[in-house]
């Protein structure tokens, strides 16, 4: 009897997909759709198919190829192009959006919560209304969330959110005299930490480093990696370095110039003199 060795077909996952990216919001995440055969460019409206259920969407990014590792799944679709019945839906929904804010301000009045009311969502479908809000601690709206839905006979869902989305939401000018960055072309928040202030050489005066949401300013992630280039070959404050006129130690140092103010100490007394810093030799401890 003959034996015919079976192997399993093994099923390789694809290196990459064709996509379609899309914005909800000005300013906000691109989320990655399959396109099917829908074929889309950037400045299109169209409808697709979200966790939440239906939803109007802008396509950001047009059919596009993306490598795998950038493409969370189950990849989604692209149901269609949004049609003018379509974007009518969606201008009707924005004015059900403001009805609802007026009402669930109301009602969270009468239940007493310690809540502020930043903005109501519906999905496009209709079958959620969302609202978020902040809060200084956590709140127990579970008789809001039945009482609005009665109200609204749909589902409804609340979230808690932070400051800096608070901001993102409304919008406004920032201390520059310009809209806010995180409103306006930020898709996603940055991580800001005081060391980038510090290596800036900038006041740690919280009023200067601040934005209006009360943290620190996005846009010192900006020139962060260049100055951390520029830092790492810059000798720094303190340092003995060899000049064209012989050792010295450096007291100040310009890291986007590349200009070192080098001290010099001989029987004369003391004396100052400027360098780029290409012109010095940073010298070892040893040394």
Partial sequence: MNEKNTQDTV?????????IGVRFKDAGKIYYFAPGKITAKAGDCVIVETA????????????????AKNVVQPLRRVIRIADQKDFEQYERNKELEQSALEICRKKIEEHG?????????????????????????????????????????????????????EAKMLGGIGICG??????????????????????????????KISGTCGRLMCCLRYEHET?????????????????????????????????????????????????????????????
């Fill in 113 to 165: 919560l310690e809540m502020k009311l930043i903005e109501a969502e519906y999905t496009f479908d209709n079958t959620k209304l969302m609202f978020y809000f902040t809060a200084e601690s956590r709140v127990d709206f579970r008789e809001l969330v039945k009482d609005l839905a009665s109200v609204f006979k749909t589902r409804i869902e609340l979230r808690q959110i932070g400051i800096r989305d």
């Fill in 52 to 67: 939440r259920g239906l939803e109007y969407g802008f396509v950001a990014e047009g059919n596009n190829i993306v490598p």
């Fill in 227 to 287: 100055y951390e280039k520029e830092i790492a070959r810059t000798p720094r404050v303190g340092s003995k370095v060899m000049t064209k006129d012989g050792a010295g130690v450096v007291t100040d140092a310009n890291v986007l110039t590349g200009l070192l103010k080098v001290k010099f100490a001989d029987e004369k007394g003391e004396s100052i003199k400027v360098y780029d810093r290409e012109s010095v030799k940073l010298l070892n401890k040893k040394d």
């Fill in 178 to 207: 310009r809209p806010f960055c995180c409103s306006s072309f930020l898709s996603d928040f940055v991580q800001v930490s005081i060391k980038m202030a510090k290596e800036q050489n900038l006041s740690l005066n919280s009023s």
């Fill in 11 to 19: 099923t390789e996952a694809p290196e990459q997909f064709e996509i």
